[in-house]
């Protein structure tokens, strides 16, 4: 690996080269909605002439620093990021003239082929010299959702990670004589110095678009209460990314690679939280059944933190304790979000009524306390949450550790005073909760104007109220600073159960989380606030319900394995990210999985052998980085 200083040297020369290209370049990339598509459609056949070209593109507003970059545009158009969108019924023969306007570059595509692709020697890539033009023609008969890429620096899709790496468009094939109404299309680009790894601790510059911008210049959303939403989401950036809707479930019905995508028939898999792979697409749907304002974000906290120009680090430490915030999370947050409106259809004579949580009292009142644990210093801060229901308030801990498990009611009015005991301000967000935007817990954002989350200021307090409509495992989280506070403690498990159903003898709950230092988290994570391994003591032919959560900060390829000995055992999936996975699908598998950042899994296990089991955290290159300890009696 190279040194800092040789990677700071190296991406400041590029910056210059780029700088010196660019005060030649007048075009500027526009950002593509994928609204619009390319070309010319006439009956079943597409005609689309394209090329790559240099343009300069501004992705943190058109004010912010620019670079020139190659880009994909339609001749005769604006250059675009993403290039041209390719829309078409399937069935649709494409005809595409394609030419590289790159100097100095071999220019390789991929992507523009067929689909099915047939044979695994399949070779769907073309080169192009500067100046050169060729066409191709190729039929799109499987619907579905899919991309072309290309590279100036003859890199493979999972190294393609600097100037070049915005040279990608979207390819989508509907039904035959069908097109979604709303249908959205988002492409996740990235601009970084150096491919994808678990942690990426030693990137200097890190950069992520959706549709070839960062926030708060990502698309605003906007939708009718009651509206289906649609959206295709396509990853061309080389690294993972867990992508959570606040507030929602969404269906996820077809999942793809770019050459491929499959079905899930009506069903589809429901979830809050989907991991899109590098390369990855997924077609979602889901309905806008409650008013506010939402957001749609990669759940890594790095991706959506605030980045200075053109992806370096920001100019002030806004990691330090203290800093000014103006209780806006628009200016909390960059990269990889998008906000959402849900608002009152025009014949909708009851948005101004009072909602059913706001006119129902409470069941149940408590105090969420976030305060200082002992020992607690900068830069590093230690913070614990606790939870005060009969005015006793439990004696300062010490050290780091994860919150306790808050436990509620499905269907049960809850009344929660959040209590901000910190010296910088915070704010809690009830992670997969169907609740109230006001309440969703993003300052300065959810709920609707002029009512605003407030953002909890040291030695305030904020009310939260809502009824959880389903049992499941959740998550409460700091929405503020995440990447500092989550390090410091302020996250922990939200239960949901059954009235009279909770037994925790048989119902464990396993949360995953970072380290404060760093460089431990290269080799560790903690689990259930803990560095080394934990115990849980089962009962020999008794089914017990594990709940795995992973809230860690760059974590999001953590696989879990229940082993006895070396040999992995079975254990049956129950329900992913608290909704119930259907009957049909509960069945029993070896005890392997993959679970991102956000994402949450309960399980069944039934040992019929008395001994020793364990629960591992491993890294995705399958490092150990913890363990829990089940004895089974």
């Not at 890429?149 to 999972?158: D, I, K």
């Not at 203290?322 to 025009?346: C, F, Q, W, Y």
């Not at 989280?477 to 500092?484: A, G, Q, W």
Request: glycine content about 10%.
């Amino acid at each position: 690996m190279q040194p800092r200083s040789s990677l700071i040297a190296a991406t400041c020369a590029i910056i210059a080269l780029s700088n010196n290209a660019s005060s030649q370049v007048r075009e500027r990339v526009r950002s593509n909605d994928n609204r619009a598509r390319a070309g010319i459609l006439s009956g079943n056949v597409l005609a689309l002439r394209m090329e790559a070209r240099i343009a300069e593109w501004h992705p943190q507003g058109d004010d912010a620093p620019g670079v020139a970059i190659p880009v994909f545009a339609e001749i005769g158009r604006q250059a675009s990021v993403p290039g041209p969108l390719i829309r078409v019924p399937a069935g649709t023969t494409v005809i595409t003239v394609v030419r590289n306007a790159v100097p100095n570059t071999v220019l390789t595509v991929h992507g523009l082929h067929s689909r099915p692709v047939v044979g695994a020697a399949f070779n769907d890539s073309i080169q192009l010299t500067y100046g050169q033009i060729q066409t191709l023609r190729f039929k799109l008969d499987r619907p579905g959702t899919y991309y072309y890429w290309g590279t100036t620096t003859n890199s493979a899709f999972g190294t393609r990670t600097g100037l070049d790496a915005q040279l990608t468009g979207a390819i989508v094939v509907d039904e035959a004589g069908e097109r979604a109404s709303k249908d959205r299309i988002f492409v996740i680009g990235m601009w970084a110095d150096s491919a994808g790894t678990e942690l990426n601790r030693h990137r200097i510059r890190e950069l992520f678009v959706i549709n070839g911008r960062s926030w708060p210049y990502t698309d605003r959303l906007s939708y009718e209460r009651g509206d289906t939403v649609r959206w295709r989401v396509i990853n061309a950036s080389t690294d993972v990314h867990p992508m959570h809707l606040h507030g929602f479930y969404f269906k996820v019905r077809r999942r793809g690679d770019g050459r491929e995508d499959f079905a899930y028939g009506a069903r589809g898999d429901l979830v809050n939280t989907e991991r899109v792979l590098p390369g990855g697409t997924m077609y979602a749907t889901w309905t806008a059944d409650r008013l506010g304002n939402w957001l749609f974000h990669c759940h890594i906290p790095e991706h959506f933190a605030v980045r200075g120009p053109l992806g370096f680090p920001p100019p002030v430490a806004l990691s330090q304790a203290g800093r000014i915030h103006p209780g806006n999370m628009s200016t909390d947050m960059g990269g990889l979000v998008m906000a959402i409106e849900v608002k009152p259809a025009e014949d909708d004579t009851t948005a101004l009524a009072p909602t059913i949580t706001a006119a129902q009292p409470a069941a149940r009142r408590l105090r969420l306390i976030m305060r200082s644990n002992i020992g607690s210093t900068p830069p590093t801060p230690y913070y614990g949450v606790v939870f005060d229901s009969l005015g006793i308030e439990p004696p300062a801990d010490s050290g780091q550790h994860v919150g306790p498990p808050l436990v509620l009611t499905r269907g049960e009015p809850v009344s929660i005073t959040v209590i901000n005991r910190t010296p910088e301000p915070s704010s809690v967000h009830w992670h997969g909760i169907e609740l109230e935007s006001y309440f969703d817990g993003v300052p300065g954002f959810s709920g609707m104007k002029p009512q605003l989350a407030p953002l909890i200021a040291p030695a305030d307090s904020f009310e939260v109220r809502f009824t959880p409509p389903r049992s499941g495992t959740f998550i409460y989280h700091t929405h503020v600073n995440e990447k500092r506070q989550h390090r410091a403690g302020l996250a922990g498990p939200l239960l949901v159960v059954e009235k009279g159903k909770y037994d925790p003898s048989k119902d464990v709950t396993v949360i995953v989380s970072s380290p404060s230092d760093s460089v431990e988290e290269e080799r560790s994570v903690l689990i259930n606030g803990r560095l080394n391994s934990t115990t849980i003591d089962l009962r020999r032919g008794m089914a017990s319900r594990i709940r795995i959560i992973n809230i860690t900060i760059g974590r999001p390829g953590l696989r879990m394995e229940l082993r006895q000995d070396t040999a992995l055992v079975n254990w049956r999936p129950l329900a992913k990210d608290g909704a119930d996975i259907p009957s049909a699908d509960r069945t029993l598998r070896k005890g392997t999985q993959t679970l991102s950042i956000g994402e949450t899994m309960d399980v069944e296990f039934s040992p019929m052998r008395p001994g020793e089991y364990r629960l591992e955290a491993k890294s995705t290159l399958g490092a150990l980085l913890g363990t829990v300890l089940i004895r089974v009696n």
